[in-house]
């Protein structure tokens, strides 16, 4: 007989460190039966943040006198062993064949009743062991074996820490250094260090329950009368599938130890539902996870998985694209394509006929960057699967679900990428990934120096705005959901991204919305635009630590390659790069003067509103139409609604500012102050701000001559040809109705 207890990850807590940082945990703790009497197993664990060779040490242990009787060791019934074969420190011999053992002389004490303790010590010197036999990585010290007196008696066993003499007992290998290999251990004339504090973590420890899955009233989790033991299982629970009738759905948030589906059994989980398995996975029988457009299941496994998932992605509309990436692995492209279920559609066109299934490549020109299997090429390549961590175009003839079959990924994946350009990659987890926040440990935080700066942020499609919308970290917090895809680019010399399986997690507590969630608010004006049936937004957040300037991780570019689009521009940047996402000085709350950037076709009615948060009592907020010379209040509470119909085709900021002040605004006074004046390169100048009124330029070298005399029709955004200019310093000039501006200009 042998009933598992948990395999217990080191959890780091209560530290009491003065130095160097020991920590010790129980591991592969289990009830076991030799024929005769049943014993309690497990192995203690070492670990240390500075690696060392150990010397001597010493553990207290409590236990349950009803389950093991008093004094154990007078009644012999416990057992300490290390086996070098194994793996334990304890039983290292001084080299690989030999015998002899670097430690001995295990000593095991009664001291009370209820607490026994187990010290060893060092036989040969230190420079008989070479490498460091004390790490990072949590290592086997010895293995403890205790006879029960009453197995149905919890064991708590557990280390003593609450008594002085019980902490502080481990050492560094002693001896003289001068000693040579196989030289006995001197370490009476040369004691190694002692090492001060330690982390005793005694969870591994506590007993684990298997119960069985009956279905004998449905096919609900919760229900207590679905079980053997009459109650819904726990974290402190192996469970059991086995192949009855009625098996179960999760739609709800579960945690449970070991999970076993058998041969011919069922195990699914709904789009509202969660499983955390603490330990092991083994699934010999369909094992399902739905999904629908908004809510996704997930699965979190932490120890090992053995079998294959199937992941329905749900909720796609007929005809309609998404970018998906598979959160299994192992599916065949080929045979996701002819899967009936699937629908993918079919272009028969072309030859030969291609699917509906393509991945992105930047590096082709506009109209062709989204490269599609076809007939041939699959036929050519069966066994092809979808990449780790790379997202795919699909669409469906109908709608529905597309099925992805696989074994679970649960080691982190470094996805290839190509340089400066923008990538599609994809959750290639069975649980959710958060974007931002989390703590700080998130997917923009792992890769934060591989993003081009300006788009430090991750593109999701939203269906509403018809456009990949960008999240950074200033963004309300966001989870990817498995299988969800995304954009990134990323900068020079860049040419992968990494996904932590570290940070997989369960539905966010806002509900597994695919890339949308809401926790942290920060003052923000969210400026809506709506034309047609279509309403896009661009993002104006107020944060502590923001400048005028570029914020890489905070500022987000703009995707900028839809039709109808809106966007901001840096207050403090020249660059000429729109913004979907800008944060600004918590500082200027009242005194913002932003340019908004709209692209759109002719003739078109538009409609600007706002959504606010977290604003200060009295706040303002104002859109100006330059070429109009209006000002007019946005204020959701009032549903006041700035409409007007675009006469000519606009790409561009001079025409649109977005105002913040206390006091109503009463008087127009535009300012020569608001034009902006840079290069663009070498060959262009930019002149930003003026609308529908001509105005001169001048640029003079820097001891007067003039170089250009030029009269330009403002247009919002312009754009004026230099002459050939050599490398150095000059004056811009320019005169219109609002006034005169002069700049220097820097020519590179």
């Known amino acids: 007989m042998k009933k598992k207890l948990p395999l217990i990850i080191l959890l780091f807590i209560n530290t009491i460190m003065l130095g160097q940082d020991l920590s010790f945990t129980f591991v592969n703790a289990q009830n076991t039966n030799d024929g005769t009497y049943d014993y309690y197993e497990a192995d203690v664990y070492i670990s240390s943040t500075v690696d060392f060779k150990l010397g001597k040490g010493q553990i207290y242990f409590n236990y349950n006198t009803t389950a093991f009787g008093n004094n154990v060791k007078a009644n012999n019934r416990v057992e300490i062993t290390a086996l070098n074969t194994e793996g334990y420190i304890c039983g290292q011999g001084v080299d690989a064949v030999s015998s002899a053992k670097i430690y001995s002389d295990f000593i095991v004490i009664d001291n009370i009743s209820s607490r026994v303790s187990v010290s060893f010590v060092q036989t040969f010197s230190s420079s008989t062991f070479v490498t460091n036999n004390v790490t990072s990585i949590p290592t086997k010290l010895f293995h403890i074996k205790i006879k029960y007196v009453n197995i149905n008696e919890d064991p708590m066993v557990s280390f003593e820490t609450g008594i002085s003499q019980s902490t502080n007992l481990f050492y560094t290998a002693c001896g003289s250094a001068s000693s040579g290999p196989f030289d006995g251990a001197n370490c009476v004339d040369y004691e190694g260090t ?164 393509s991945y992105y490549d930047d590096s082709k020109v506009t109209g062709s960057k989204w490269v599609y299997y076809d007939v041939d090429y699959l036929a050519a390549n069966p066994s092809e699967t979808f990449e780790k961590g790379k997202s795919y175009a699909i669409s469906r003839a109908a709608n529905g679900t597309v099925i992805f079959k696989g074994t679970i990924e649960k080691s982190d994946v470094t996805k290839s990428v190509t340089v400066s350009e923008w990538n599609a990659v994809g959750n290639p987890y069975t649980a959710f990934l958060p974007i931002n926040e989390n703590g700080g440990t998130n997917f923009i935080n792992s890769n934060l120096s591989k993003f081009d700066p300006v788009n430090v942020g991750v593109y999701v499609w939203d269906n509403a705005q018809s456009k990949y919308v960008g999240k950074s970290l200033a963004s309300s917090e966001a989870s990817l959901a498995p299988g969800q895809g995304f954009f990134v680019k990323t900068t020079t010399g860049v040419t992968d991204i990494i996904f932590n399986q570290s940070q997989r997690k369960i539905q966010p507590a806002t509900g597994g919305i695919f890339a949308r969630g809401e926790k942290t608010i920060r003052p923000s004006i969210q400026l809506l635009v709506t034309s047609k049936s279509t ?200 005169n219109s109705e609002l006034g005169k501006k002069t700049q220097k200009i820097i020519i590179k």
């Open 194 to 357: 002692q090492l001060l504090g330690a982390t005793f973590n005694s969870i591994g420890a506590s007993r684990i329950d298997e119960i069985v899955w009956d279905g004998d009233t449905s096919i609900s989790w919760l229900n207590n009368s679905n079980w053997d033991s009459g109650t819904v299982p726990t974290i402190t629970n192996d469970i059991i599938i086995p192949n009855v009738v009625n098996t179960p759905e999760v739609n709800s948030s579960v945690q449970i130890n070991d999970l076993t589906v058998e041969s011919l059994s069922s195990f699914d989980i709904s789009e509202n539902g969660s499983v955390t398995i603490e330990g092991n996975l083994v699934n010999n029988g369909v094992f399902t996870m739905l999904s629908t457009a908004s809510n996704s299941s997930s699965l979190l496994v932490k120890g090992t998985t053995n079998g294959e998932v199937v992941y329905k992605r749900g909720g796609l509309l007929a005809n309609a694209w998404s970018i998906i990436s598979a959160p299994v692995h192992g599916q065949s492209i080929k045979e996701f394509a002819e899967n009936s279920e699937n629908a993918i559609r079919i272009n028969t066109s072309t030859t030969p006929n291609r699917y509906a299934i």
């Open 535 to 734: 309403t896009i937004d661009t993002n104006i957040k107020y944060l502590k630590n923001a400048t005028l300037g570029l914020d890489p991780g905070y500022d987000l570019g703009n995707y900028s390659r839809s039709n109808f689009d809106v966007y901001t521009r840096l207050l403090n940047n020249e660059e000429g790069d729109d913004f979907t996402i800008q944060c600004l000085p918590i500082e200027s709350i009242e005194t913002t003067i932003l340019p908004i950037g709209l692209k759109i076709s002719s003739e078109e009615e538009v409609s600007f509103t706002i959504k606010t948060q977290g604003l200060p009592q009295g706040l303002e907020v104002f859109i100006e139409d330059r070429e109009l010379k209006t000002f007019t209040k946005l204020d959701t509470s009032k549903n006041d609604i700035y409409t007007i119909v675009i006469k000519e085709k606009l790409n561009g900021v001079g025409r649109f500012y977005l105002h913040t002040q206390q006091s109503k605004i009463e008087t127009v006074n535009t300012n020569i102050d608001d034009v902006k004046i840079y290069t663009e390169s070498k060959n262009t100048l930019i002149v930003n701000g003026i609308s529908d009124e001509e105005f001169e330029v001048n640029l003079y070298t820097v001891n007067g001559v003039l170089l250009l005399n030029e009269s330009v029709k403002g247009l919002g955004n312009n754009s004026i040809a230099l002459p050939s200019l050599q490398i150095g310093v000059y004056v811009v000039e320019v």
